[in-house]
Every structure is written in C-alpha cells, then in structure tokens.
C-alpha cells in the first residue's frame, strides 16, 4: 500500500537524516579515542605534550630522517600515525612504541582496516588531499585527551627543538610561507609545524579547519589559511614564529645575506620542493640527509594518480619555482599564474598544499 503524503515526507526526513550521519561518520573521528592511543600518550607525553606526524608507505625514508634529526636533540615524545600497513610494520619493527595505525585514532576506515601500502602521495593529487585532510581530527584526538600537540611534516629535519622555542599556553603557534615581513600579517602560514594546546578555542579551530577541508574539497594549507583569518585572529591567543629560525625553502634556497635579514634555521623544510628525488636533494644540499645507505624499504604499490598541477592562487615568489615544476615534471605549458589551471591530460584540478 502507498504511504501517504505525510508518511513520505517522514520517511524523505529519516533517509536524509541517515544519509547525512553516514556521510559525518566517513569524516569524524570517534567520539570516544581509542584506549591505544589514551596509553600511548601516556608513555610517551613529556609535558603532556607529543609531536605527531603521519607516514605512508613511499615516506619511510623522510620518516627515517626526520626521526635521526629528532632523535640527535633527545626528543622521544614523538607519534607516527602510520596511513597504510607497510608503514605500520616497518615502523612499529625500528621504532617499537612510537607507531599507530590511523585506525586508532580514526573511526573512518577501521571496519575495513589498513591497505597494504602505496607509494609517495604528491601534492595534486585526490589522495594527498584526503590525507592531508584528515590532519585536524588527529590533533584533535589528541588535545581530547588533554595533551598538548604538535603536528610535523617529515620533509623536514629539526636542528633545534620547537618545543623549546613556541610559547607555550596559546590556543596556536605557527610558521610562516609568505613572502610578509611581518610574520603577524602572513596570508599564508603553513601547516608543517603547528603546535596547539587543549583549549576549547583550539578544538574548535581544528573542527573548523577538517570542515574547510571538506566544503572546499581542498587541500590542508588552503582550507587552513581561508579559516584563518584576521577576524578569526582576532578571537584567538596565537603567534607566529619568525622566518629568520622557521625559514620555508624557498626563502632558505634563495638566501642573500646582502639584502635580507639574517637566517639561524631551527629546521629545513622541503616545502615547496616536488617529488622525492628534489625533497632529497634539497635536504642534502643543505646537510641535513643523514640517512646511511644501503638501507631496506618495503615495496610500495603504485600511487593512485599521475602528478596534476593545480588552480592555486600562486604566491610571487612561489611562481618562478613551481614553473620549474611543471616543467621538469613534463607538463606542457605549465604557467603558475594567479588564475592557472594546468593539468596532465586526463586528470582534474585539484588544491594544493
């Protein structure tokens, strides 16, 4: 028998409603972290804070490196949230209680649980986006916890420790990717090394921040930096710290003591620098590869998508660079230009980080 008008309009109400607790369930953490992780940062917390940083299968070696950097400042207090089972087998051998699968901080993904492993994930791509993406939710877990945390990108080395050098007891502390002489005005500021304190504030701008991510389909550097503006500023306790010890890689490789303010790096981070082989090579030029040779990795699938480049707008002294890029990475006309759209033939644009 039909169900009436009424009856149907019910019924469309309570199938929305479950479509849209399915669709929140793909991207929320669960509500109550798991126990795995409650314990983990129990052992390893120093200051009730841990650095967390997320690796996939084509990432052990920056993995490898950026923990020997961490490692040599007698930083133990560190978490890596392995994104696929190579990762989290090869890791949890060589670092034993350092490492968890995603699925213990996550609840997507946990019925099917972790893949077998898939090689480097490019900025560009749908699944870099979606990784990149998830970020917010593993700080969040943590600051649930009542931890303090900070999130590092493993192209990178430590020469000195952040721990040290953030204020402490603000909602964010950031670094800066701009070109801004006034770190305090950046309009982009990055998300490879964020520190956040468990503030009611703070939870909020990661909520804020996964949603961004999710509207826009974006990637994480620009969904943060829409969120993050100066009337949000405004309503937060953060700061910025400044680019003469948190230089990004384009100002560090293109330093000129003449004309800008002196450089003292606390860190080189490849930012900015595209596919392993160029991350490796900016790393080594500036001697902080410290990664013996001949060490085994475990073989990783295929990466799901070719190299894209991206509708971005492009900062001034990001073009030059990211035209080189795309060129070196085979892409026919590949102009950076503040309203560019340049892809490989066959893929679609996506954001950038």
């Known amino acids: ?62 993995a490898d490196n950026w923990i020997t950097s961490v490692d040599a400042l007698d930083i133990s207090n560190w978490l890596a949230v392995a994104q696929d089972q190579a990762a989290l087998d090869y890791l949890s051998a060589r670092y034993p ?31 870099f986006s979606e990784m990149a993406c998830t970020r917010p939710l593993y700080l969040q877990a943590v600051l649930n916890l009542g931890y303090s945390v900070i999130y590092s990108d493993l192209d990178a080395a430590w020469l000195r420790d952040f721990q040290k050098l953030a204020p402490k007891r603000l909602d964010v502390v950031l670094v800066d990717d701009s070109e801004a002489e006034e770190e305090r005005r950046s309009d982009n500021t990055g998300t490879g090394l964020m520190r956040f304190n468990p503030t009611e504030k703070a939870k909020a701008l990661l909520r804020d921040w996964h949603q961004m991510c999710q509207d826009d389909e974006s990637n994480a550097q620009p969904a943060w930096n829409k ?4 009337e949000k500023r405004d309503t937060l306790a953060f700061h910025i710290m400044t680019k003469e010890i948190y230089p990004h890689s384009v100002l560090l490789a293109q330093y000129n003591p003449s004309k800008q303010r002196a450089l003292s790096p606390a860190w080189v981070h490849a930012n900015f620098q595209v596919g392993k082989e160029r991350k490796q090579e900016f790393l080594k030029q500036h001697s902080v590869w410290k ?63």
């Open 97 to 127: 209680g350092h490492v968890l699968p995603v699925t213990d901080l996550m609840s997507t993904g946990a019925e099917g649980g972790l893949e077998a492993g898939i090689d480097l994930l490019e900025w560009g791509t749908t699944a």
């Open 291 to 353: 990664l013996e040779a001949g060490r085994e990795y475990p073989t990783c699938a295929p990466a799901p998508e070719a190299f894209s480049a991206l509708a971005y707008p492009w900062q001034p002294f990001e073009r030059l660079a990211a035209e080189a890029v795309l060129e070196d990475m085979g892409v026919a006309g590949g102009h950076a230009g503040a309203d560019a759209s340049v892809a490989l033939p066959g893929m679609s644009n996506r954001h950038r980080s």
């Open 227 to 230: 969120l993050f503006t100066p």
């Open 1 to 62: 028998m039909l169900a009436g008008t009424g009856d149907m309009a019910v019924v469309c109400a309570l199938l929305t409603i479950g479509l849209l607790q399915t669709t929140m369930a793909r991207h929320l953490m669960s509500e109550q972290p798991s126990s795995a992780l409650a314990d983990r940062l129990a052992a390893l917390a120093k200051d009730k804070t841990v650095i967390v940083t997320q690796v996939s299968c084509g990432y052990l070696e920056f």
